[in-house]
């Protein structure tokens, strides 16, 4: 069965650069989740989504963060204009339940490098 | 706020012995707890999650205990095997409310 699926793996840019992560689900899961990755801060959600509507977007960081999910298999998390201080491992996930307190399907996850 | 921390950032074990990894959770409130494995250059994968109504769950070769008393939990896996090693995180949330989770305590088996 195919996971989630990111891309791209790696990015590399300039800062100041529009920067967009794309995540498919797996199909039948209902809600999706986006995740930030640095060994500063851990693990963080940023916003997740239940049949395609965002629902708690509280751990984005700022308004240069935007996402959003135009169908059931495919959302992007956008950063715009991007930051040094952005660089991480961005993961999505999804799951079946509905809820953030239920087991997660992780992709590999998008490293995001900004110079 | 919620915060989520485990009590030891590494853990070297002997492959076939057990090992254990400790996790503490601040908020009283969290009704729901999970365990993640994340191997290097992949994303976390499900271990095992636990409910607040249980302080015991088994898996295969995993165990998460749960008490609610100190607000601690472990993950217990039996006869550590060289796949095992990668880094392990808890998470604890509330219904309806974000999940936290912890720094990641990185397992490393030894032949």
């Known amino acids: 069965d195919a996971g989630v699926i990111q891309s791209p793996r790696h990015e590399v840019t300039e800062m100041g650069q529009e920067v967009t992560l794309r995540c498919k689900p797996i199909?039948?899961?209902?809600?999706l989740f986006w995740y930030r990755q640095t060994m500063m801060r851990g693990l963080e959600l940023l916003i997740y989504f239940n049949n395609n509507v965002p629902i708690d977007d509280s751990g984005m960081p700022e308004d240069r963060f935007s996402a959003k999910m135009p169908n059931a298999s495919f959302s992007t998390l956008k950063i715009q204009p991007s930051e040094p201080r952005d660089s991480a491992v961005y993961f999505c996930?999804?799951?079946?339940?509905?809820?953030?307190?239920?087991?997660?399907?992780f992709g590999d996850g998008t490293r995001l490098s900004i110079l | 706020g919620e915060s989520v921390g485990l009590h030891l950032p590494t853990l070297s074990v002997q492959e076939g012995d057990n090992s254990i990894i400790n996790c503490a959770y601040s908020n009283s409130a969290s009704d729901y707890f999970i365990w993640y494995k994340q191997e290097s250059g992949k994303g976390p994968q499900f271990i095992i999650d636990i409910r607040s109504n249980m302080d015991k769950r088994q898996g295969q070769r995993v165990t998460v205990l749960l008490n609610k008393t100190v607000k601690h939990l472990s993950l217990q896996i039996a006869a550590t095997q060289p796949g095992d090693s990668a880094v392990y995180f808890c998470?604890?949330?509330?219904?309806?409310?974000?999940?936290?989770f912890g720094a990641g305590t990185r397992l490393t088996v030894k032949p």
């Open positions: 996930a999804s799951s079946s339940g509905g809820s953030v307190n239920q087991p997660q399907h």
């Open positions: 199909s039948g899961h209902n809600s």
């Open positions: 998470a604890a949330g509330r219904e309806n409310n974000d999940m936290r």
